[in-house]
T-cell receptor
């Protein structure tokens, strides 16, 4: 079965640079979630989109923005990168507008900021 | 107090034993509950979801929910070394935001 696709899988950036992470949800899934997971930490919810509209917002820094496109893929844009932004970034997808919907995670993008 | 609390472990059980993982949550309006397994450096993998009080069984896994006590647990029967991972409890209160616990590390000794 098709899974969530994330690209790139690894990314190395310098401080103050920008980064763009991409997420392609499972086919027919219309909701995308972004999470940040630091070493030894639990996944922290950043933001979610349902039917191309922002549906909820968590602890996403103002330096970050995201959107969902007409084909339901999503991009997380990160600017003025800081050392503390180094983490695993996961995208998850689900179908429908319900808290009962199970989220399926992609393999993640490992971002390293030097 | 964290919204979702788990014992960080590590929880060590011998192969073939039952592993019991526990989770408490603070928001009484929470509606849906999930258990994820995460291997080091990998993404969380959904194991079980549970929405109503009682037990839900799927193979070697049983999820238990008690909304009055704001408690959800995961039992793993016949534990295998391949079950060694971090188990994340996740709770949704009705919107799109899912809160994860810090996870319990499980070691299954061969």
């Amino acid at each position: 079965a098709a899974g969530v696709i994330q690209s790139p899988r690894h990314l190395i950036k310098e401080k103050r640079e920008t980064a763009t992470l991409k997420c392609y949800p499972i086919p027919r899934h219309d909701t995308v979630y972004w999470y940040q997971q630091g070493p030894g930490q639990d996944p922290q919810f950043l933001i979610s989109f349902y039917e191309k509209m922002q549906s909820d917002k968590g602890s996403i820094p103002d330096r970050f923005s995201a959107q969902q496109f007409s084909d339901y893929h999503s991009e997380l844009n990160m600017s003025s990168l800081e050392l503390g932004d180094s983490a695993l970034y996961f995208c998850a997808s689900s179908w429908g507008q319900s808290s009962y919907n199970e989220q399926f995670f992609g393999p993640g993008t490992r971002l390293t900021v030097l | 107090q964290k919204e979702v609390e788990q014992n960080s472990g590590p929880l060590s059980v011998p192969e073939g034993a039952i592993a019991s993982l526990n989770c408490t949550y603070s928001d009484r309006v929470s509606q849906s509950f999930f258990w994820y397994r995460q291997y080091s450096g990998k993404s969380p993998e959904l194991i079980m979801s549970i929405y109503s009080n009682g037990d839900k069984e799927d193979g070697r896994f049983t999820a238990q929910l008690n909304k009055a006590s704001q408690y959800v647990s995961l039992l793993i029967r016949d534990s295998q070394p391949s079950d060694s991972a971090t188990y994340l409890c996740a709770v949704n209160t009705g919107g799109f935001k899912t809160i994860f616990g810090a996870g319990t590390r499980l070691f299954v000794k061969a």
